[in-house]
């Protein structure tokens, strides 16, 4: 299908910024949408935002007004810009790529290793 290669995260203090990109190879001509998703210690994978390769976006309440997601279909790659970060944002963080298979909508997702951010206070 697609392999994904995450880059940024890390260690960052509370109230900056932090850059998560993505990288897709593979059948990228397939995907329909990608996605940043989240899994904190204890708890469940969460989506945190995904976006349609044609710009249509869509946000969990915790990422209204601090994340934005981009695309950038010519480099098959996908970018989360997290500002204002909050210890409550410490997770591992997946990027996802939804493939469409046929034109009922059949579809699959590959995803990333993920990629750790952390938070401090």
């Known amino acids: 299908q697609v392999q994904l290669v995450e880059s940024g995260g890390g260690l960052v203090q509370a109230g900056e910024s932090v850059r998560l990109s993505c990288a897709a190879s593979g059948r990228t001509y397939n995907i329909g949408r990608m996605a940043w998703y989240r899994q904190a210690p204890g708890k469940q994978r969460e989506l945190v935002a995904d976006?349609?390769?044609?710009?249509?976006?869509n946000y969990a309440d915790s990422a209204k007004g601090r994340f934005t997601i981009s695309i950038d279909n010519a480099k098959n790659t996908v970018s989360l810009q997290m500002n204002r970060v909050k210890p409550e944002d410490t997770a591992v963080y997946y990027c996802a790529a939804t493939l469409i298979l046929n034109v009922e909508g059949a579809n699959v997702t590959d995803w990333g290793q993920g990629t750790q951010v952390t938070v401090s206070s």
């Open positions: 976006i349609t390769t044609g710009g249509r976006t």
